[in-house]
């Protein structure tokens, strides 16, 4: 039997009620050398009863023996597919354009550097479409972009910045490099990689191949009671800053096993970023609700002490996590905080020269903030230009 150009791969566990949308917008695409598996993970509804109904011979139906996992249902999916290029996409969700499809198959045949293929997405909740994600986004126009730049530009945004449901992989990628990791441990804790898995994965991809962005929304993402997100976002927060970190964590082994130490230090200061961002606590946000992760100082060190970096690398990320509280806590006009950790990051690395002016501006009050606000727009004005 001829193997299809592109497979889709469509995880589905107790979504059987969504599920008829995804495929019918699989199956109306104009490209159709594809197949779809539709991946049951032991679903308790009526998930195998709605994938009987499918009569396209592109369709098939798999229902595992016994419940896998989130991460687990992913890589089964992807190894008994058969395509050259994998779209895994949640039985949740669904694509809005009918030429998607052919516009990444085209391009990613056009252009074997290309590792993924993303666009934004618009959030559907209720069956009605919303705004486009604003964190999907990246520019106005179409491009072939440099993996080193997507890795940036996902910390510059604090996380995961391509929307899974919109994204297509080179099948090489997942041989190649590694398919979703599991059994995941950082700093001696297990992780939980579904709410890192995604992420992970792009981040990989971008380190070792190009990407390509296209700025029109092709896609839905819904938002739902019984979504992972708000399982995980409402009752299991946990998961977050230890998955965040961990994915941090293993892309700078991964940049530094590669040899590419621009990648490896952007890893180091997003990991401070990140450390600093949860012991201010971080926000998650889902449909109106807001769950908030906190850690402390003896966390960070209880982590840091079982990372993988020279003490060397330790000190400098203590340094760096300080200041970033401090930038936090100025950015709240928290000005007692911001001088007290500007003068621990010191204190820590006495030789910030940054810092010091920093702490120069801020003894000014509100005419230092306005040059520090001057400063900045400066600073993006140079890096855009």
Request: glycine share 6%; with cysteine; proline share 4%.
């Amino acid at each position: 039997m001829q193997k299809p150009l592109v497979s889709f791969v469509v995880p589905c566990y107790r979504l059987a009620t969504f599920l008829p949308e995804c495929v019918d917008s699989i199956l109306s695409q104009t490209f159709e050398d594809f197949e779809i598996l539709i991946m049951d993970d032991c679903s308790p509804d009526n998930t195998e009863e709605v994938a009987r109904t499918f009569t396209d011979g592109r369709v098939t139906y798999v229902r595992n023996e016994e419940n896998l996992g989130a991460i687990r249902n992913y890589n089964k999916g992807i190894l008994l597919s058969r395509g050259k290029y994998v779209w895994l996409i949640s039985a949740d969700d669904r694509l809005r354009r009918p030429y998607i499809l052919r516009r990444y198959v085209e391009t990613l045949e056009n252009h074997p550097e290309v590792g993924l293929a993303f666009c934004p997405g618009v959030s559907l909740r209720g069956g009605k479409e919303g705004a486009v994600i604003d964190y999907s986004t990246y520019g106005d126009v179409d491009r072939i972009v440099r993996g080193e730049e997507i890795i940036k530009h996902s910390f510059k945004v604090k996380g995961n910045a391509i929307l899974a449901a919109s994204v297509l992989v080179r099948r090489d990628c997942y041989e190649k490099l590694s398919l979703y990791p599991v059994d995941v441990v950082w700093a001696g804790v297990p992780v939980d990689f579904i709410w890192g898995g995604d992420w992970y994965m792009w981040l990989l991809i971008s380190l070792n191949y190009h990407v390509a962005y296209f700025a029109e929304p092709m896609v839905c993402y819904r938002e739902h009671e019984l979504s992972m997100t708000n399982a995980i976002t409402q009752e299991k927060i946990d998961i977050c800053w230890h998955s965040e970190l961990a994915v941090i964590t293993m892309i700078s082994q991964a940049a530094k096993e590669k040899g590419a130490l621009t990648v490896y230090k952007d890893c180091l200061s997003a990991l401070a970023n990140f450390y600093a961002k949860h012991c201010a606590s971080k926000p998650y946000s889902w449909m109106g609700q807001t769950s908030w992760s906190t850690i402390d100082l003896q966390q960070v060190e209880a982590t840091l002490d079982r990372s993988p970096y020279t003490e060397q690398e330790k000190a400098w990320i203590r340094s760096r996590i300080m200041v970033a509280l401090a930038d936090l806590y100025y950015s709240e006009g928290d000005s007692v905080s911001a001088r007290s950790y500007y003068l621990k990051a010191l204190k820590l690395k006495p030789f910030m020269l940054p810092v010091f002016l920093k702490l120069i501006v801020l003894s000014f009050g509100g005419p230092g903030r306005q040059v520090r606000e001057l400063l900045r727009t400066a600073r993006e004005h140079l890096v855009r230009g």
